[in-house]
């Protein structure tokens, strides 16, 4: 529609019922845009802080798990001229391998549920971004660092005699 048509059948709308708002559809679309930054992705921004939380504390207690479980061989390690340093490298390594495992598990099954997501709800839309990507593999190797803390700490304390105690 011509924008001078536009504006006098707006205008035309708005004297003959009072509290009518003609808008065009662009400044439809910009309000709607600012209602959905403005309400919605803060909302996001908490699930997504949430998820992180989330994902941190099974990375961690599956880690610490894991440390805890071998911390004999750890002890023995230790009584074998290990120092506390290279500890933390086993551990670091342990936990940097489980997450990039997870992460390639995770991204696999995202990339699968993307093929078939919209023949099953036609209204979700997925869209993968390879920028999301990198941030995601980024969250990851930072809670591997994080859920590879607590366990390291107590690798320190170990003592090298005790492994070898019936």
């Given at each position: 529609?011509?924008?001078?048509?536009?504006?006098?059948?707006?205008?035309?709308?708005?004297?003959?019922?009072?509290?009518?708002?003609?808008?065009?559809?662009?400044?439809?679309?910009?309000?709607?845009?600012?209602?959905?930054?403005?309400?919605?992705?803060?909302?996001?921004?908490?699930?997504?802080?949430?998820?992180?939380?989330?994902?941190?504390?099974?990375?961690?207690?599956?880690?610490?798990?894991?440390?805890?479980?071998?911390?004999?061989?750890?002890?023995?390690?230790?009584?074998?001229?290990?120092?506390?340093?290279?500890?933390?490298?086993?551990?670091?390594?342990?936990?940097?391998?489980?997450?990039?495992?997870?992460?390639?598990?995770g991204?696999?099954?995202t990339l699968?549920?993307?093929?078939?997501?919209?023949?099953?709800?036609?209204?979700?839309?997925?869209?993968?971004?390879?920028?999301?990507?990198?941030i995601?593999?980024?969250?990851?190797?930072?809670?591997?660092?994080?859920?590879?803390?607590?366990?390291?700490?107590?690798?320190?304390?170990?003592?090298?005699?005790?492994?070898?105690?019936?």
């Amino acid at each position: 529609m011509d924008p001078a048509k536009r504006n006098e059948r707006a205008a035309q709308l708005e004297s003959a019922q009072p509290g009518i708002v003609a808008i065009t559809g662009e400044d439809f679309a910009e309000a709607t845009r600012e209602r959905v930054l403005g309400d919605v992705i803060p909302i996001l921004l908490v699930v997504l802080v949430l998820a992180f939380i989330v994902g941190l504390a099974v990375a961690g207690l599956t880690i610490y798990t894991a440390t805890v479980e071998k911390s004999r061989e750890f002890g023995i390690l230790k009584a074998v001229g290990f120092t506390n340093a290279h500890l933390y490298r086993l551990v670091f390594e342990q936990s940097f391998v489980t997450a990039i495992f997870g992460f390639a598990v995770g991204m696999g099954l995202t990339l699968v549920a993307t093929l078939f997501a919209t023949d099953f709800v036609p209204q979700f839309v997925l869209l993968v971004r390879w920028q999301d990507v990198f941030i995601v593999a980024g969250a990851t190797v930072l809670m591997a660092l994080l859920a590879g803390y607590v366990p390291v700490r107590r690798l320190a304390a170990i003592d090298p005699t005790s492994v070898f105690k019936a």
